[in-house]
């Protein structure tokens, strides 16, 4: 019988590490991803999203929620996709780790986001996380480059990025809505990505690798 990976390969994709499980959410997890956003993602009025989307009402939260998730199954292609990761941490949902390309077949270049519930933060789990995804990027979809970018006064997201090896890679000024923001980029190569102790497990690539044109 036919199986839903069968007909969408990134489904079967599964990243494994000492303390959490990674792998595509699908419609059935978005009302545990829902209910981790609703918890609180951050102090209120202090986003460190350039749209603050964890602040709306839950009326407008869960809608969004579902619609980017479907935005970016629906435009997934070779010349660019979004793979959104949901954190599995003792048997709960608590939070998104998203990595994603633009032409990765000439640029071989990843960018990665994520996000965590304020219950899961502080246990090292951001770190872990990231490590998988930048790990997954060089070892097997063969990246020379993973980047980032956080608010400059994130020192979260930064000290994570700083304990993987990420280098400064420049800044910019923009606007998040009416607020201006000083927006800091990183970058980490294989040569000065700090790897982790840990192996991570890998199920699923070889098909998933395929269904992008690596």
Same mark, same amino acid.
């Given at each position: 019988?036919? $199986?839903?990976?069968?007909?969408?390969?990134?489904?079967?994709?599964?990243?494994?590490?000492?303390?959490?499980?990674?792998? #595509?959410?699908?419609?059935?997890?978005?009302?545990?991803?829902?209910?981790?956003? =609703?918890?609180?993602?951050?102090?209120?009025?202090?986003?460190?999203?350039?749209? #603050?989307? @964890?602040?709306?009402?839950?009326?407008?939260?869960?809608? $969004?929620?579902?619609?980017?998730?479907?935005?970016? =199954?629906?435009?997934?292609?070779?010349?660019?996709?979004?793979?959104?990761?949901?954190?599995?941490?003792?048997?709960?949902?608590?939070?998104?780790?998203?990595?994603?390309?633009?032409?990765?077949?000439?640029?071989?270049?990843v /960018?990665?986001? $994520?996000?965590?519930?304020?219950?899961?933060?502080?246990?090292?789990? /951001?770190?872990?996380?990231?490590?998988?995804?930048?790990?997954?990027a060089?070892?097997?979809?063969?990246?020379?480059? @993973?980047? $980032?970018? @956080?608010?400059?006064?994130?020192?979260?997201? %930064?000290?994570?990025?700083?304990?993987?090896?990420?280098? %400064?890679?420049?800044?910019?000024?923009?606007?998040?809505?009416p !607020? *201006?923001?000083e927006?800091?980029? *990183?970058?980490?190569?294989?040569?000065?990505? !700090?790897?982790?102790?840990?192996?991570?497990?890998?199920?699923?690539?070889?098909?998933? @690798?395929?269904?992008?044109?690596?």
């Amino acid at each position: 019988m036919t $199986s839903l990976s069968d007909i969408w390969p990134a489904f079967g994709l599964v990243l494994t590490t000492p303390r959490l499980q990674l792998k #595509p959410v699908q419609d059935e997890h978005l009302p545990a991803l829902f209910d981790a956003a =609703r918890s609180g993602i951050h102090e209120p009025g202090h986003s460190p999203f350039s749209t #603050p989307w @964890a602040e709306a009402p839950a009326e407008e939260l869960g809608p $969004s929620l579902a619609r980017w998730h479907w935005t970016c =199954r629906s435009s997934t292609t070779p010349e660019g996709w979004t793979l959104l990761l949901g954190i599995w941490h003792e048997g709960g949902l608590v939070g998104c780790q998203d990595i994603g390309a633009k032409d990765f077949n000439v640029l071989k270049t990843v /960018g990665t986001g $994520s996000w965590l519930k304020q219950s899961a933060q502080g246990l090292g789990l /951001g770190k872990e996380m990231r490590a998988a995804v930048v790990s997954y990027a060089f070892d097997h979809l063969g990246a020379e480059v @993973a980047q $980032s970018e @956080a608010a400059a006064w994130n020192e979260k997201s %930064l000290g994570v990025s700083r304990s993987l090896g990420y280098e %400064l890679n420049g800044t910019y000024r923009t606007n998040w809505g009416p !607020k *201006v923001e000083e927006v800091q980029r *990183v970058r980490v190569t294989p040569a000065s990505f !700090k790897r982790p102790s840990w192996t991570l497990k890998v199920e699923g690539h070889e098909r998933f @690798a395929k269904f992008l044109g690596l």
